[in-house]
């Protein structure tokens, strides 16, 4: 994205090895890149550390802190690329994961980014199916955002309306589950009480998509500890970041597998974590040099030819995933 913004060639990203043109930029002038400020303004990019582990990675491990620890942490951005960080104030190891958009809203029918109206909790009755949903705003819902997704794929799958595959079960008898020539969908929300003038659904392209998006993030992080000689267990703290909004359920993160199934007394839900080391390093020309450290130091791994990578992925394409002995702590 800095490339974008600052004009430069992107085209050696996307191509063998995958190396940007360039991971450390100089102060620019805010008018030579078209953002019209004060004409003496200048715009400072924090550094990337590798072509699909951008600045905000960077700024992540800036404002989660892991950084400076003794304990080994890892950083999991659930985002497009899926960026999993692990280190200490002694080491950083980071991959992407290429997970897709589905839980920045795209790829899925009624999905949003999280703003005002979005839907961010959902339970579904294992009885009678009714949805009980909270969004953000407390107004109308115009969409789920992607705590809200997550929420309702866990829901779907508690109550049996999918299986593990991820498949809609046309037996049960309820007129939430209707057919169209798209397929299978679930009502979450009826016309009548959504803000958008049309019923809000999941159809069952979105669960494979967001199947999908949450097997590539679990194993970018199982494969990316076993390359450094660890299980995830081993992992003393992992900050989950994301634009989710104020919420995420680590539970029901877990029950889908998107998560690994260790204490959760271990995870700490940091947000957007990229907005906020961004304004660290508004504030502070000390946290600009840690973050252009925290750069220097990390390695990267390529995960996109991986063959391990490559395994596990088939294998975390289930709800929560095929070895159930991962997560010991799922009851379906």
């Excluded at 090895?17 to 930029?25: A, E, G, H, K, Q």
């Excluded at 049960?172 to 009548?192: A, C, H, M, N």
């Excluded at 040099?289 to 063959?307: F, G, K, Q, W």
Aim: aromatic share 6%; with cysteine; glycine share 10%.
């Amino acid at each position: 994205m800095l490339h974008l913004l600052l004009s430069i060639n992107p085209s050696h990203i996307r191509l063998e090895p995958y190396i940007p043109v360039v991971n450390f930029m100089p102060l620019i002038n805010a008018d030579e890149i078209g953002i019209k400020i004060n004409p003496h303004g200048l715009v400072a990019c924090l550094p990337h550390i590798a072509s699909f582990v951008g600045a905000d990675i960077t700024s992540g491990v800036l404002a989660s802190g892991m950084y400076r620890g003794d304990e080994v942490s890892m950083l999991i951005d659930i985002g497009t690329n899926g960026e999993i960080v692990i280190g200490n104030k002694d080491w950083l190891v980071c991959c992407a994961s290429s997970a897709g958009p589905a839980f920045e809203g795209g790829g899925v029918r009624a999905g949003m980014r999280a703003m005002e109206g979005t839907i961010q909790r959902v339970e579904i009755d294992p009885v009678d199916y009714t949805v009980r949903y909270n969004t953000i705003g407390e107004v109308k819902p115009i969409g789920i955002c992607g705590s809200g997704l997550i929420d309702t794929l866990t829901e779907m799958l508690r109550v049996k309306i999918i299986d593990q595959s991820g498949n809609i079960n046309a037996a049960i008898q309820t007129e939430r589950i209707r057919k169209t020539e798209d397929g299978l969908e679930f009502v979450l929300v009826w016309k009548k009480d959504s803000g958008i003038d049309e019923d809000i659904v999941v159809n069952q392209a979105d669960i494979s998509n967001l199947i999908f998006s949450k097997g590539a993030i679990y194993t970018a992080c199982v494969v990316l500890a076993k390359k450094i000689g660890l299980e995830v267990n081993d992992i003393e703290r992992i900050y989950i970041a994301g634009g989710f909004g104020n919420y995420l359920n680590i539970e029901k993160s877990i029950m889908i597998g998107l998560l690994p199934d260790i204490s959760r007394d271990r995870f700490k839900f940091i947000g957007n974590s990229s907005l906020t080391g961004a304004r660290l390093c508004l504030l502070s020309d000390e946290a600009m040099n840690t973050a252009e450290e925290i750069a220097r130091r990390m390695t990267y791994i390529e995960l996109s030819a991986d063959v391990d990578y490559m395994q596990e992925y088939t294998g975390a394409l289930f709800l929560p995933h095929t070895d159930m002995g991962r997560f010991p702590s799922v009851q379906l």
